[in-house]
């Protein structure tokens, strides 16, 4: 990680302590990006960055007329959340480098290749993945593995499939540490629904590209908020 994602990640983490804290309770304004820049003594970029991945993570929104404001969080720690240890933040990180290498191009061959019955198992599992979202105490593990499973399978390329399935255990296992951080934001669970219904609707469009994109999409938003689990000595690199 390069100085500047540095500085934007520790500017993100002080920024949840006070919205934590209550120093910025739900439905307040953020300050500007002006006054964040005056008050960490850093440019605007890194504070623009921050509250990139506050955005991304449903922390806070963007209204009309300017402005960020803090959602309606559950009182949890969401700093407890966000700290990992090495090991697991070594094995999220060379996951996530897999998946930004194989899903978009999944998502690519899944336009061109997916059956009626691939068609159907991706809407059954997006149903699933928008019930475990919309339940408060789930995390939504099982629905969104078994998303990501039907996305790989509708490709029908055998080495894909078999990579996928290789890769399950941990794929799981790192799934229950970053989703965990998830509960209690109900607009984070929103935009991740989101996110995956606009892949499965440019698969059944049979529009690759697109598909491709939005798969894309989906994961560099993952990008940003999977920086935030690492301590500040263990960035992505």
């Known amino acids: 990680m390069d100085k500047k994602e540095k500085i934007s990640q520790k500017i993100s983490r002080e ?3 006070m919205i934590e804290e209550g120093k910025f309770p739900p439905g307040s304004k953020l300050p500007t990006e002006m006054e964040l820049s005056a008050r960490f003594g850093v440019s605007r970029v890194p504070i623009r960055e921050a509250l990139s991945v506050l955005k991304a993570m449903g922390i806070i929104t963007s209204q009309q007329g ?6 309606d969080i559950q009182p949890f720690s969401l700093i407890q959340h966000l700290n990992m240890h090495g090991g697991n933040a070594e094995h999220i990180r060379y996951l996530f480098e897999m998946r ?5 191009q999944a998502a690519y061959l899944a336009a061109l290749r997916r059956s009626p019955e691939d068609l159907a198992e991706m809407h059954k599992v997006l149903k699933l993945l928008e019930d475990d979202l919309s339940t408060e105490d789930k995390t939504g593990v099982e629905s969104d593995f078994a998303f990501h499973r039907a996305l790989i399978q509708a490709t029908h390329n055998p080495v894909m499939i078999q990579t996928m399935e290789s890769l399950s255990s941990l794929y799981m296992s790192t799934l229950a540490i970053t989703l965990k951080q998830n509960i209690g934001l ?3 669970r929103e935009i991740v629904y989101k996110e995956h219904q606009n892949i499965v609707l440019a698969i059944e469009a049979e529009e690759p590209e697109l598909a491709k994109v939005q798969c894309s999409i989906h994961l560099k938003n993952a990008e940003k908020k999977l920086f935030l689990l690492f301590n500040d ?4 690199d």
């Open 100 to 104: 930004q290498i194989l899903e978009p």
């Open 186 to 188: 109900k607009r984070k």
């Open 233 to 236: 000595d263990e960035g992505m």
């Open 66 to 71: 300017g402005g960020s404001y803090v959602e």
């Open 15 to 17: 920024l949840l302590t």
